[in-house]
Nanobody, 131 residues
Framework: QVQLVESGGGLVQPGDSLRLNCAVS????????IAWFRQAPAKEREVVSC???????????YYEDSVKGRFTLSRDNVKSTVFLQMNSLKPEDTAVYYC?????????????????????WGQGTLVTVSS
């Protein structure tokens, strides 16, 4: 069974950068599409970015509009880790960030897939952007 552990959150000032890590164990990372979600206080969980599995016929990375140009998602199948580089952080980026894995999760030109197709979630890491 795949397991995920996030790290890298913290308190930063507006304009700063953070890199979140999602360490995957139990199954080969390349079998899974990975999605990053965030949930701010009193708000619903929303998808931030996702990356298709390495088994996909077409490699694709999706970004939610508010993070395009600021966040970069990448994966290292050898290290079994997915990275979310977050630059130019804003107070509205404050949230708990979760990574999730799905063997059959869709991430492609039509955007992110349905949340029900995700197989496992991490425990979350808190990102606070405040001056």
């Amino acid at each position: 069974q795949v397991q995920l552990v996030e790290s890298g959150g913290g308190l930063v000032q507006p304009g700063d950068s953070l890199r979140l890590n999602c360490a995957v164990s139990g199954r080969p990372l390349d079998e899974y599409a990975i999605a990053w979600f965030r949930q701010a206080p009193a708000k619903e969980r929303e998808v931030v970015s996702c990356i298709s599995s390495s088994d996909s016929s077409r490699h694709y990375i999706y970004y939610e509009d508010s993070v395009k140009g600021r966040f970069t998602l990448s994966r290292d199948n050898v290290k079994s880790t997915v990275f979310l580089q977050m630059n130019s952080l804003k107070p509205e980026d404050t949230a708990v960030y979760y990574c999730a894995a799905g063997e059959y999760y869709y991430c492609g030109e039509n955007g992110p897939g349905v949340i029900e197709s995700l197989d496992a979630w991490g425990q979350g890491t808190l990102v606070t952007v405040s001056s």
